[in-house]
Nanobody
Framework: QVQLVESGGGLVQPGGSLRLSCVCT????????MAWYRQAGGQQRGLVAT???????TYADSVKGRFTISRDDAKKTVYLQMDDLKPEDTAVYYC????????????WGQGTQVTVSS
């Protein structure tokens, strides 16, 4: 069973930065896209950023220019560099492999909490 382990969250002031990491145990890691999602209290989980197997990326409009997704296939790890954080970025962040038809491929990990507050 594939496991997803997110880390790197914490409490940060507005304008600050955090770098999230996610280790994925899938044997297919290097040949599949990976994505970061987030879920704020009382809201549905939403897509934040994706990175294809070839390194091409996409971002939600709300994070463009502030967040950067990257991957290290040798470490089976995907990263999310978050800069200029805003209170509205507060959420639990998750990683997964997106399905082409929508949704995510694997069972969700525990996520990592990001709180942006002064």
């Amino acid at each position: 069973q594939v496991q997803l382990v997110e880390s790197g969250g914490g409490l940060v002031q507005p304008g600050g930065s955090l770098r999230l990491s996610c280790v994925c145990t899938s044997r297919m890691f290097s040949s599949r896209a990976m994505a970061w999602y987030r879920q704020a209290g009382g809201q549905q989980r939403g897509l934040v950023a994706t990175i294809a197997y070839d390194g091409s990326t996409t971002y939600a409009d709300s994070v463009k220019g502030r967040f950067t997704i990257s991957r290290d296939d040798a470490k089976k790890t995907v990263y999310l560099q978050m800069d200029d954080l805003k209170p509205e970025d507060t959420a639990v962040y998750y990683c997964n492999t997106p399905r082409p038809e929508g949704g995510a491929r694997y069972n969700w990990g525990q996520g990592t909490q990001v709180t942006v507050s002064s």
